[in-house]
């Protein structure tokens, strides 16, 4: 396994995320500078600079053009690819946990906290255009078309397989499939004890993965929420990803912080777990931070995967060939 | 409100003071007191309060209240149980319905009734188990589990039972493993055999602590009173008052090992009584007995002879001594005999141990070292044979000048292990080289080990050095035939060891009770290798299930480690059999998921195709 | 005129011989130095080359011995690698590092092993022992129930 680690950031790392064609890294922490990767080399391409708190999630358009960010600072920005310019800013209530474009990138989806008395929210606005040049022209007010509101805090959530459907997950352990059209909640998985932390879909869109504080990650049938697996680990997860090459997934995550001082602190075992998707047992692990791993992702073509840490620190890890010879 | 509901809402205040009809006002003035103080109020409200009286107007020594619901009851119960009305009398208070089926329990001890006892279950199945697996109990949050570990089967772990809320408080095993005892506000239960069907109930309202005599024949509960039964009956054979101090821990009641006697160190005293009328044994007067010794520290039970080891410190002028006494009975007379003494000086404090056989004791002593002003300690380790041809003699002191932090018998062996030394521990290792005569002579002295505890297998001969508790959790897995290192290991914040009763098997254990975190256990072999890794959140207790003492002779067991190589190959054949087995099913299994998982996908990619063309 | 012709003629002679002359000084002093030059030369060149000879025999000495202490290291090890086994050990082995390295590599590996096989055999010694305890005691404690 080639390991290529990718210092910039000064704060615990809150997303990473490949762009379509897997030669982009984007990332997030708990600093105000979202980042710009060259997957391949690790090199640092950009920042992208404006937001005043730490930002949660980063997402980018179908041409590798635009981006958008969620930020705590209670607002959604667009930028610029190529220039790290930022073309819009979306001011939003409370602070921002996630965003992500539809399927034709026509609309964004972004997700508000709850906080003081106000509701977890999920809201789409209509783009007026799909080009940074036309976005920044247009003097468009941002109005949200959809709003959804609900009393739990919202810690994910996912375009489904077409923009239809949107999924999320919530800090009381559910997973919802919410139907775009009537706002009504189609399906809602209970089965995490405890807050989900991310949920995840293959590239198929046909299974869904959930990981959550209670220790289990979980595999759903996308359709309806029918539970399909249980992987078990034995810390809390942060964050999961489905392999889109091997029948694998990935979990990693780790104490709190705090307790971690009063627990394996020589250990430094902050591991990635590899399980099998289909016979879910434990595969192996890969302890590349010092700190609980909070961010996971695959590239496109699977034969990479990137984790962001509590430490501040993102690691791509590349496989060897024989990783690829292994048979089911 | 139901029958049963009314019934649920009542309870029994006993104990009671016996008053004529004239005094029958004033008492009844002083419990209502006591039923309606505002702390109980909060409870819930009294429908109807009695004091009952019998035809002349005497009362009968209980009392019933009624509460307008069963859970209010439940918490009066509680709240109100082990006060005390005077210095005589604290109020038993107990659930009626629970009462009802214990008021016929005769608080005076009977004769017993001559009937031979025939248990209904088979309470020794699990030692027939066809795989030679060893039982455990392990209790994490509210699931108290019986679980077998496999000791070929890639150690697999396979429930026997579960249940949730078994025992209120902890669980214990019986000594010889017949019973499992777990602990109830209302009193002790035994549950045993295949199933783990109860066996038997001890009513004793707020027990905290127990004890069962060394063949299971009675069990010793206590709060605020120390009740002794009978397991079989379950009947209460004597109760006496007090319980652990201090100076005086559980268990309170020490047993001979053929439980024809107990003692009890009371007022500087030992008082041995006799279990067949659960009677102080009144010593003869016109022998000088040595029952009267005078200012006994304390003493120990040789668990294989009636011998008593005891301990006097020193006073004024009169050097401390270590003395045994041999315990003779013929027919109903029960005679002391003072069998050896030794004086001792300088003595700050005195530990008795004996060998599981009973062949030696050693006396750990703490003394002053001679002429020293600064009160330099060292520790003498008195050593007495007990087979001795002028048996029994002090044979052998071994004297240590750094801290001694640990010592341990093997079990069944000639051999003793020491930690000792402040800050990087030493373990010496001593043979006594024979049972009845033979010098004590140091084996090794392992440096720098930084443990803190020792851990003999039951079987002797294989040692578990550990550092645990604030060290480091570090288990060094030790022979002593061979003087040396078989496997070390770490569990980190490790809180308890323990051997299973086979000594093939140790397991280490974080627990709920020390830390909060990483709860959960390892089991390895003797030889350190890990056999098993089980996270339990809460993991309070772990607990092999003892077995009695073989069935074989000696002589037999002999034979079978003589001709052992003949079973060899059966026994690898059956090793490599349940492997493959194992393995086939895995095999078999994980065809089936991949199966399951096809044609999962399957299906939804010919929704997705159907949807599309639509 | 003549004469003042021979005069002159003289003169420059006198000049040329004087000129040649002390060209020749010249030339002698400079082949004087030369030498000085070429003598201090050699003499620097010299005590380079003894305080060279002298720090290569230094770093040669220092070399051998730690080289030295190496190999007394390795035969320590070796020696005590060697201890419980039967492996035949000659001068030449002794002094050559590479082979006692080789040789107690592999002696270890032995070593370890042997002591693995040692300790799988304990543990199904005392496995099986139990287990034909058990298949003993079995029909004796089915028979006590009985009764």
Known sequence: MKLIALHGHSRAITRVKYNRDGDLLFSTAKDTSPTVWN?????????????QGAVWDIDTNFTSTLVATAGADQCTKLW???????????????PVRVVQFSHGDAMLMTVGDTSFGSKASIHIFNLPDTTPEGIKQSKTEYNPWFVFETSEKITSALWGPTNDFIYFASDDGSIV??????????????????????????????????????????????KDLKPLKVYDSDKPLNDGCISPLMNQVILGGGQDARDVALTSVRGNKFETRFFHKVYAEELGAIASHFGPVNALAFAPDGRAFVSGGEDGLIKIHKFDEDYFAVKD | MSLEDALNSCIVIDNLPVVTKEKYQKLQTLISRIVNHKELKEVGSVKRFELCQDAEGTTTGFAFVEYDNPSAAAKAQVKMNGQKLDKQHTLLVSLFTDWEKFKDTPDEYEEPEQVDFHPVTNLHSYLTDPSAREQYMVRYGDDTEIVWNDPIAFGKQQIANKQKDWTDMIARWSPLGSYLATFHSQGIQLWGGEKFELQGRFPHAGVQLIDFSPKEKFLVTWFQNICVWDVATQRRLRTFVGGPTPDHEWPILKWSYDEKFFARHQDDNIHVYETEQMKLIQPDPRKQTTLFIQSVRDFEWSPTDNYLSYWVPEVGDKPARVALLKVTQKGEKVDFEQATQKNLYRVQDIRMHWQSEGHFLCVKVDRCAKGSKEKRKVTNFELFRLRSATQPIAVDVVELTDEVVAFAWEPKGLRFAIIHGAVKNQVSIYTMSGIRD????????????????????????????????????????????????????????????????????????????????????????????????????????????????????ADRLKVIQRELKDRREKYQKEEEELERAEAEQIERERREKMNQWASFIKMRREDFRELTEK | DERSAVLDR??????????????????????????????????????????????????????????????????????????????????????????????????????????????????????????????????????????
């Not at chain 1, 997957?39 to 937001?51: I, M, P, Q, V």
């Not at chain 1, 610029?80 to 409370?94: R, S």
């Not at chain 1, 009504?184 to 405890?194: C, G, S, T």
Request: aromatic letters at 8%; one cysteine or more.
């Open chain 2, 438 to 553: 033979g010098n004590v002579r140091k084996l090794v002295t392992l440096e720098n080990k930084n443990v803190n505890y020792l851990y003999w297998s039951p079987k002797g001969n294989h040692i578990v050095l550990a550092g645990l508790k604030g060290s480091q959790g570090n288990l060094e897995f030790y022979n002593v035939n061979e003087l040396y290192t078989m496997g070390q290991a770490e569990h980190f914040m490790c809180t308890d060891v323990e051997w299973d009763p086979s000594g093939r098997f140790v397991t280490s254990y974080v627990s709920f009770f020390r830390h909060q975190m990483e709860n959960g256990y390892y089991i390895w072999t003797f030889q350190g290798k890990q056999l098993v890794h089980v996270t339990r959140e809460k993991l309070m207790q772990f607990l092999w299930r003892p077995r009695p003492p073989s069935l074989l002779s």
């Open chain 1, 80 to 94: 610029n690819l190529l220039t790290g310019e930022c073309v819009a800013t979306i001011p939003h209530k409370t």
């Open chain 1, 177 to 222: 499939k919410l139907d775009v059209h009537t706002k009504k909640e189609l399906f809602v998985a209970m089965l995490h004890r405890e807050e989900v932390r991310r949920i995840a879909f293959d590239k198929e869109y046909t299974t869904l993965l959930s990981v959550s504080l209670d220790k289990t990650g979980r595999l759903w049938d996308g």
């Open chain 1, 39 to 51: 997957a391949e080399t690790g090199e640092r391409l950009g920042t992208f600079e404006g937001h």
């Open chain 3, 10 to 147: 003289i003169r420059v002679i006198e000049e040329r011989r004087e000129q040649q002359e002390r060209s020749e000084l010249q030339r002698i002093r400079e082949a004087e130095e030369e030498q000085t030059k070429q003598k201090d030369l050699t003499r620097i060149r010299e005590i380079e080359r003894i305080r060279r000879e002298q720090e290569m025999r230094e770093a040669q000495q220092k070399k051998d011995a730690e080289k030295r202490a190496q190999l007394e290291q390795t035969q320590a090890m070796f020696k005590e690698v060697l201890q419980s086994s039967d492996v035949k050990v000659d001068a030449a082995i002794m002094s050559n590092k590479d082979k006692m390295l080789e040789i107690s590599r592999k002696e270890l590996l032995r070593q370890r092993e042997e002591k693995e096989k040692k300790l799988k055999d304990e543990a199904k010694n005392l496995d099986y022992y139990e287990r034909a305890c058990r298949e003993e005691e079995r029909p004796l404690l089915v028979e006590q129930w009985k009764k």
